[in-house]
């Protein structure tokens, strides 16, 4: 088993920026692939961003060219640094590891979620 724990939410203006953290209990993203997620009220989740392994990245289209995911140096954080952003952008931000075969944008493919930490953007 694997908790996952996300901080650095807040509340920003519109074209500020935002650096979650995705801290796990043990150092898992050398071996399993990281991604986030965010869900506004009333929205299902939707995927933002993960990484593999591999270093391989891939970003929805809403965000590409504005957030960036990357793993820290001690391999059981992975960040999310969301820049320019946008009040379409606010909801709470979950990370997840670990997942079955498939598209990684399919949340119910994903083992590992944590409790999420909310983005608001004004």
């Known amino acids: 088993h694997v908790q996952l724990v996300e901080s650095g939410g807040g509340s920003v203006q519109a074209g500020g920026s935002l650096r979650l953290s995705c801290v796990a209990s043990?150092?898992?993203?050398?071996?399993?692939?990281v991604a986030w997620f965010r869900q506004a009220p009333g929205a299902e989740r939707e995927a933002v961003a993960a990484?593999?392994?591999?270093?391989?990245?891939s970003y929805d289209d809403s965000v590409k060219g504005r957030f960036t995911i990357s793993q820290g140096a001690t391999k059981n954080t992975v960040y999310l640094q969301m820049n320019s952003l946008k009040p379409e952008d606010t909801a709470m931000y979950y990370c997840?590891?670990?997942?079955?075969?498939?598209?990684?944008?399919?949340?119910?493919?994903?083992?590992?979620w944590g409790q999420g930490t909310q983005v608001t953007v004004s």
């Open positions: 997840a590891a670990e997942k079955y075969g498939g598209s990684w944008s399919a949340p119910e493919l994903w083992i590992y």
């Open positions: 990484i593999w392994p591999s270093d391989r990245r």
């Open positions: 043990r150092a898992i993203y050398n071996t399993h692939s």
